[in-house]
């Protein structure tokens, strides 16, 4: 069976340090991988999402980028943490080729900027 | 492209009691539509979905939902709640083609029992 990992599960950083959250999907191939964030009380917005090796879109202008290294990893990065990338943050995977849509998503991270 | 509005920020109903959860989505072909319940701190579970057939789909702890593509509605049912099922729901709607699929969430409504 198919499971998602996130790590850390928790973080706090000052503003202006660097951030990198990881993201590992086990029993796929070849999966559709997506970032996104949750502010408290509002919906999922999308950041990011792959759909292969070192192919990134992104959905908004922010401070945060995305990378792909390998097919079943997904890492999401800042170089300089602002006060507003609080929040939390859900790695999902869905796997198209398999006729499959719905998304399944990870624990999740919560990161606090201070 | 594509949205959804989940017009109830925050529900509060009695133990036993049934639920619905409205959800209307905007869309120009026929959509795929999930629902999602999300506890505190954890990321987020489907409990059913809708891709074609039956307009009436089962999903997971006893929850159904029921399409209704001249109201643009996919409202979430349960006939009696648990106190478990004190949680944040959110609908969703899904397009895509040419491998990628982007799936639209709606903000969210937070269920809560009362015993």
């Known amino acids: 069976s198919q499971t998602i990992h996130q790590w850390p599960a928790t973080l706090v950083q ?5 951030l990198s959250l990881e993201c590992t999907v ?9 970032w996104y964030r949750q502010a408290a009380g509002r919906g999922l917005q999308l950041l990011f ?10 959905e908004v202008p922010q401070n945060l ?12 990065s800042s170089k300089k943490l602002l006060l507003s990338d609080s929040g939390f943050y859900l790695c999902a995977w869905t796997n198209l080729g398999g006729g499959i849509y719905e ?4 624990p999740g991270t919560r990161l606090t900027v201070t | 492209a594509q949205s959804v509005t989940q017009p109830d920020i925050h529900i509060t109903v009695s ?21 999602y319940v999300q506890s505190p701190g954890q990321g987020l579970q489907l409990l059913l979905k809708y891709f074609s057939g039956d307009t009436l789909v089962q999903g997971i702890k006893g929850f159904e939902a029921e399409f209704k593509r001249s109201q ?33 969430f709606g903000t969210g409504t937070k269920l809560q029992v009362i015993p």
Do not use: M
């Not at chain 2, 133990?15 to 629902?35: D, I, K, M, V």
């Not at chain 2, 106190?83 to 397009?95: M, Q, R």
């Open chain 1, 49 to 58: 999402y792959s759909v292969g090796i070192g192919q990134i879109s992104s």
């Open chain 2, 72 to 104: 643009s509605s996919f409202n979430l049912r349960k006939p009696s709640v648990h106190w478990s099922d004190a949680a944040e729901y959110f609908c969703a709607v899904g397009a895509g083609s040419g491998g990628y699929q982007k799936v639209t």
């Open chain 1, 103 to 106: 998304q399944y998503f990870g």
């Open chain 1, 65 to 76: 980028s995305a990378s792909r290294p390998q097919d079943r990893q997904f890492i999401l």
């Open chain 1, 14 to 18: 000052p503003v202006g340090s660097p």
């Open chain 1, 26 to 34: 086990e029993g796929t191939s070849n999966p559709n991988l997506y």
């Open chain 2, 15 to 35: 133990e036993g009691a049934s639920l619905e959860l409205r959800c209307n989505y905007s869309y120009g072909a026929t959509p795929y539509l999930f629902w």
